[in-house]
């Protein structure tokens, strides 16, 4: 996300950014807890190393806490701090370089994995509970829109490092992220519950194309959704990201999503729509499709709504509505991880790697945010021109990374099953 909002930057203007909320702060060291104003989750691992935690991305406004990213003015000031005459600005598109002052505190995995752990209704669980393969279906697509979040414009996550993880545990569904390839960015997503015998396996790859005023991106790579009990695998892919900057700023998500599952033959189309280009919000954030059989091309049902709000589903033969998604009830109330056992997180956390950037972040403390992310950076140079001198190339140690039929990329997880994390959500 971070490089695909860092190659406009310097075209057109940017607008301040709606909230973005945190929760409960607190510090374990030694295991005590500390309670402060400030709202974030702060622990240390058995190496010392801080653990920050901050609350997920959710529907607008829900948050207890808000973060707000500096006024317009201030972050353009540090953006050309940065900048000396004749500087290369190409270097922003797709390295880490960009100011403090533009990011949110949070990994890009992280806002990957949220929206498979961060739920107030578990839907996923749904899925495999629904008798037939059509209420499974609809329960799939249900649960692909659930998925969908708010998008903060001005603000972008942190580009993960190479080889950074983020593994979290929900109940019974554990969920593990690791940045398989850094250029160009490539992260892979494995989730599985033993219990109801799901598994997820996501491989995404943005590649952004330029428009004058607005950014487009597009999310390579497919995400699957198995149901092992029913021997049903459901591929779909994911919407667009647009990023307009004139006549009116916005970040939306747009396009069409598709979701199959070729053992029953049953497809969906879902289109999303944003704003429009003068900004009229009659379409905002709505969806709209179908459910259909793929060998007969027969509509079942029609999808309506808003993604944020409520979608509605049609029965085609008997003209019967209902709710298939209720946004207020599925994202209401989300809560924030917590640190269940600080010595099994790993260094590569992104709530470890980005601690001290995201603390520094949220207590304003801008220079000294741009000094940690400064020394994340050449951490990451360093890494690369040590495996350079050795002529190695950098392996993942959770997924097997190859060239996909289409040209992009595609990921295996190397294990069955995703461990329970020691970071959990609580229930």
Known sequence: MEQIFSTTLFSLKLTCTKGYGFESLWDIKGFTRLITPRSSGINRDVNGDTILLTAPVSLDGESDATYRAPNLIRRLISLFKNVRPGSDLTRFQWSMELPPLF????SQLQCYAEPVYCVGIDMLSMCTKAESALDRFTSVVAWSISTTRPLIFGVAPFNPVLGETHHVS???????????????????????????????????HAVPKFYGASVEAEVHGDRQLRLLKQGENYVMNSPRLLIRFLPVPCADWNGTVRIRCQETGLEAELCYRGNSFLGWRSNYR?????????????????????WDRTVYMKDI???????????????AGLKT?????????????????WSEVSRRIMNKEWEKAREAKTRIEEKEREGLRERKSRGETWVPKHFKLFSSKEGGWDCLPIQNFVPPAPIVLPL
Do not use: F
């Open 103 to 106: 990011n949110m505190p949070k």
């Open 170 to 204: 929900r109940g019974n569904l554990n969920v593990l992220l690791e940045q398989v390839s850094h250029h160009p960015p490539v992260s892979a997503l494995h989730a599985t519950d033993e219990k109801e015998n799901i598994e997820l396996i996501w491989c995404q």
């Open 286 to 306: 709505s969806i709209k499709g179908k459910i259909y059989d793929s060998s007969s091309l027969k509509t079942i049902y029609e999808i309506d709504g808003h």
């Open 317 to 331: 033969n008997s003209g019967k509505l209902s709710t298939i998604y209720n946004a207020k009830e599925v994202l």
């Open 337 to 353: 991880p917590i640190v269940n056992d600080p010595k099994e997180v790993w260094p590569s956390e992104s709530a470890v790697v």
